[in-house]
T-cell receptor, first 109, second 110 residues
Framework: GQQLNQSPQSMFIQEGEDVSMNCTSSSIFNTWLWYKQDPGEGPVLLIALYKAGELTSNGRLTAQFGITRKDSFLNISASIPSDVGIYFC?????????FGQGTELSVKP | DVKVTQSSRYLVKRTGEKVFLECVQDMDHENMFWYRQDPGLGLRLIYFSYDVKMKEKGDIPEGYSVSREKKERFSLILESASTNQTSMYLCASLSNYGYTFGSGTRLTVV
């Protein structure tokens, strides 16, 4: 079945640093989604990408839909303590949503 | 705003017990999902339902069953809980605007 490989699995950074994470797939996706899960909560959608090559921003977050349709990147600029959490990439497969393994972000004040 | 409510935030059950995890959504969505979340593995789909009494297996259905008697409620059942089912369980519903997740149930089987 389709799989998403997300890296890195965890990051420990200093407040103010920029963060980059990526997701790759063995097959093509027509939509890429990025979610954030705060501790003790369910994932919440951050950014949705619908077109190959698309670059979309949401505040300090920027995500890109890879030209091959097999990858996507999420960047966070000038990190702050509330950026702490687990970030997931996801792609739809029919009615289902397939998730990457997650990137756990820790931000040191 | 869509609300997806999972009845328990934390549960501790004994090996062999029958366990029910309940999920309710308030927006008349047809599609509902149960995922399991484990460190390093992300979210894996257990079962989903696209209408009342309709269900489909996800990627890891073994050891689980589901019930969808009413549109708003989707229950996950562990017929005989085992320690390898200790995990975070997340319910979600799907609308035209995307997925909405509940806050999760952290289940520990001892």
């Amino acid at each position: 079945g389709q799989q998403l490989n997300q890296s890195p699995q965890s990051m420990f950074i200093q407040e103010g640093e920029d963060v980059s994470m990526n997701c790759t797939s063995s097959s093509i996706f027509n939509t890429w989604l990025w979610y954030k899960q705060d501790p003790g909560e369910g994932p919440v959608l951050l950014i949705a990408l619908y077109k190959a090559g698309e670059l979309t921003s949401n505040g300090r977050l920027t995500a890109q839909f890879g030209i091959t349709r097999k990858d996507s990147f999420l960047n966070i600029s000038a990190s702050i303590p509330s950026d702490v959490g687990i970030y997931f990439c996801a792609g739809p497969a029919g009615r289902k949503l397939i998730f990457g393994q997650g990137t756990e972000l820790s931000v040191k004040p | 705003d869509v609300k997806v409510t999972q009845s328990s935030r934390y549960l501790v059950k004994r090996t062999g017990e029958k366990v029910f995890l309940e999920c309710v959504q308030d927006m008349d969505h047809e599609n509902m999902f149960w995922y399991r979340q484990d460190p390093g593995l992300g979210l894996r789909l257990i079962y989903f339902s696209y209408d009342v009494k309709m269900k489909e297996k996800g990627d890891i259905p073994e050891g689980y069953s589901v019930s969808r008697e009413k549109k708003e409620r989707f229950s996950l059942i562990l017929e005989s809980a085992s320690t390898n089912q200790t995990s975070m369980y997340l319910c979600a519903s799907l609308s035209n605007y995307g997925y909405t997740f509940g806050s999760g149930t952290r289940l520990t089987v001892v």
